[in-house]
């Protein structure tokens, strides 16, 4: 069968065959699904790009979190993703790993911090309370240095963001008290800061407590800063009575420190980061003890010290001067005595030397920076007494006072410091003590019989006068009657005398002093008289 060479169909007959014809591959079917691919690609590339480093967190619990859900975040962006949650080979911690994004990449080195964001209540108030929402996350603070991959996990958020301004600095106390991480730190009653944490030192002797002052109050800490525990109350007890302070209802609850510079120390160069302080008791410890160079002395004192110790003040002329620093008992085995010796610290910037002359140029005293004015004024009488400065409170005090007729008293080096000489103090405790005897002996003489026996025997002479009295009272009546009667006499008789006598001469010569002699027996009667009506047992005692 021929094919027509114009139709090219078969002729009639012929086997049929089938008409080929080229097709267009690239038909808009296949974009939908190349689109596809293509959207995934670049979303996967995306994600590559984006794709940061995996981390290891280690935690003490992971109470909360959840792996391919709990979030990293860095002030609410998220910037990781928990992707797995194990126990460490020995089950003592909790490993987190997460997948961090690249744009964080640099941050994640030594310095960086994570802690888990929960609901939590603490002394600076209740926080986290929008994770009982959102569920709980990882909070990222990044860090400065040398790449790190492995990092432990706070246990609980830092109290300041490690990158606030200001300097952290060191207290040092015997024991922590009432203070807690995140208490407040005040200056003049303004809170400039906050207690980070405490730890024992080294030794486990003192407790080491971080605080941390922002700025720019952190220029307010110098040498001369004494720091204070303000527990929220505060009392003290001192020669004026007891002082009670209350602080805020902070303070109350979680304790707090407050701190103080001198006006004088303000200008010069603040202390360094890092600098070391004592944390004292209270405000008033502080203040007592020396802002400069102390000047340590050793005073020994016998008899009965009760109430000395570490704190006690010490007082030159009734200024505070120091407090003691140590006191211990001592038994002298050459004396066979016991006594007690003290150190004391004494700021030299208290005590002022007047100046020589009129003319010198300082216009006032100069600091006594070492211990020669204390030498020259125990010369002249100056001696340590142990005294009682409040009958209230029972407080002791050491008291420097200049004595006269005291003999002479050497100083004497112990232990590389000077030793001051004591002197008995006749202060409440011997009053008290002879007031103590007074009124035992008078209780002694009341609680006998012999005081009853007295008593009855005086009642009953009183009863037997009275008796007396008043059987003589009618016959006592008729005498002074009769003595006025005899007055009135008298005086009558010398009246007439003087008239029948005032013309003769001679009559006239004794006669004035026999009329005077007449009127004072008449004068004298007449007293006994009324003295004898107001007191008739003078009859029978006599004239007292």
Not at 9 to 26: I, T
Not at 137 to 159: D, N
């Amino acid at each position: 069968m021929d094919e027509d060479p114009v139709n090219g169909a078969a002729e009639v007959g012929d086997e049929p065959r089938a008409r080929l014809r080229a097709r267009n591959w690239l038909s808009w079917i296949w974009l939908a699904p190349i689109f596809a691919a293509a959207v995934v690609l670049w979303l996967a590339w995306g994600a590559l790009a984006e794709r940061g480093p995996m981390i290891t967190i280690a935690f003490q619990s992971a109470a909360g979190l959840q792996a391919g859900q709990t979030s990293i975040q860095y002030r609410g962006v998220e910037v990781g993703r928990v992707e797995r949650i194990e126990l460490s080979g020995d089950m003592s911690r909790i490993l987190v790993s997460a997948r961090m994004t690249r744009a964080v990449k640099p941050y994640l080195a030594r310095g960086a911090r994570f802690w888990i964001v929960e609901p939590r209540v603490g002394a600076q108030g209740i926080s986290g309370l929008a994770t009982l929402v959102s569920g709980e996350y990882i909070e990222m603070f990044p860090g400065h240095g040398a790449a790190q991959r492995q990092f432990v996990g706070l246990e609980a958020p830092p109290l300041l963001q490690p990158d606030t301004p200001g300097r952290a600095f060191t207290l040092t106390a015997s024991n922590l008290a009432s203070l807690s991480p995140g208490a407040p730190l005040t200056y003049r009653g303004i809170r400039v800061g906050e207690i980070e944490g405490a730890a024992l030192d080294s030794a486990g002797t003192l407790v080491n407590i971080y605080v941390f002052v922002a700025a720019p109050y952190d220029r307010l800490v110098h040498p001369q800063t004494r720091f204070w525990n303000q527990g929220g109350i505060d009392v003290s007890a001192g020669a004026e009575g007891i002082h009670v302070r209350l602080g805020s209802w902070e303070q109350l609850l979680a304790g707090g420190i407050e701190f103080d510079t001198p006006a004088w120390a303000i200008d010069e160069p603040a202390s360094a980061a890092g600098a070391r302080f004592a944390l004292y008791d209270s405000a008033s410890s502080a203040a007592r003890f020396p802002h400069g160079t102390p000047l340590v002395y050793h005073v020994n004192f016998s008899g009965n010290t009760r109430g000395v110790g570490p704190g006690t003040p010490v007082e030159l002329e009734g200024t505070e001067v120091g407090q003691v620093t140590q006191a211990h008992l001592v038994y002298d085995e050459a004396g066979q005595t016991l006594y007690t010796a003290t150190v004391i610290a004494i700021d030299p910037s208290i005590l002022q030397i007047a100046p020589r002359a009129a003319s010198d140029a300082s216009g006032g005293g100069a600091s006594a920076a070492d211990g020669m004015v204390i030498r020259a004024l125990v010369a002249h009488g100056l001696r340590a007494r142990l005294l009682t400065s409040s009958f209230l409170t029972g407080q002791k005090i050491i008291a420097l006072d200049m004595m006269s007729g005291v003999p002479p008293a050497p100083m004497r080096e112990v232990a590389g410091n000077v030793q001051l000489p004591s002197a008995p103090g006749a202060d409440l405790d011997s009053i008290l003590e002879s007031l103590q005897n007074s009124v035992r002996h008078i209780d002694q003489a009341t609680a006998g019989p012999q005081l009853g026996h007295s008593l009855k025997a005086l009642d009953a002479t009183l009863t037997h006068l009275e008796r007396l009295t008043a059987d003589l009272q009618p016959q006592t009546q008729a005498l002074i009657e009769s003595l006025r009667t005899t007055a009135e006499a008298t005086q009558r008789t010398a009246t007439a005398a003087g008239a029948l006598l005032g013309a003769n001469p001679r009559a006239n010569v004794d006669l004035p002093a026999l009329m005077q002699q007449l009127d004072s027996a008449a004068r004298s009667v007449r007293d006994l008289a009324d003295y004898l009506d107001r007191h008739p047992e003078a009859l029978l005692r006599g004239r007292r």
